[in-house]
């Protein structure tokens, strides 16, 4: 059995699921962008008329998007110590990885999740990170 989580600071999914799911004692986060709840617009993130990015700060994209990941741990009884791992979306390792990997650095001093990174070629929204954890309660 599991329950479903939604938290109602982080944006709302872009499509039919939680924000999370528990199953025992493990906290499994749906896909966390950098979106804000309630507003088109995206921290970091200029677009063209058509919603393409013409432009993206990722070091911006990364304090939102870790921001995100404590608000739906924290709905869902969990804390930033307890993630167990982290895969992380880019569509731009080379240009993305070194600004993301510093400060992923000083977001988990402490708290050493696993974690892989991986780069795609375009996410659901236009975004240009997303990650995907899994905590305990």
């Not at 677009?47 to 013409?54: E, H, Q, S, V």
């Not at 307890?82 to 992923?104: E, G, R």
């Not at 650095?105 to 892989?116: I, L, M, S, V």
């Amino acid at each position: 059995m599991s329950d479903s989580i939604s938290s109602d600071k982080a944006p709302e999914p872009v499509g039919p699921y939680p924000h999370a799911r528990r199953v025992g004692n493990l906290l499994f986060l749906s896909g966390v962008g950098p979106r804000l709840r309630g507003v088109k617009e995206i921290p970091g993130v200029t677009l063209d008329d058509k919603g393409n990015i013409i432009a993206y700060d990722i070091e911006q994209q990364c304090h939102s998007v870790f921001q995100n990941v404590r608000y739906v741990l924290e709905a869902s009884g969990s804390r930033w110590e307890n993630l167990v791992d982290v895969t992380v979306f880019l569509i731009d390792m080379k240009k993305n990885f070194p600004v993301f990997n510093k400060l992923y650095a000083e977001y988990f001093r402490d708290n050493q999740p696993c974690r892989t990174t991986v780069e795609v070629n375009a996410l659901p929204t236009p975004i240009a990170i997303e990650l995907k954890c899994i905590a305990t309660v």
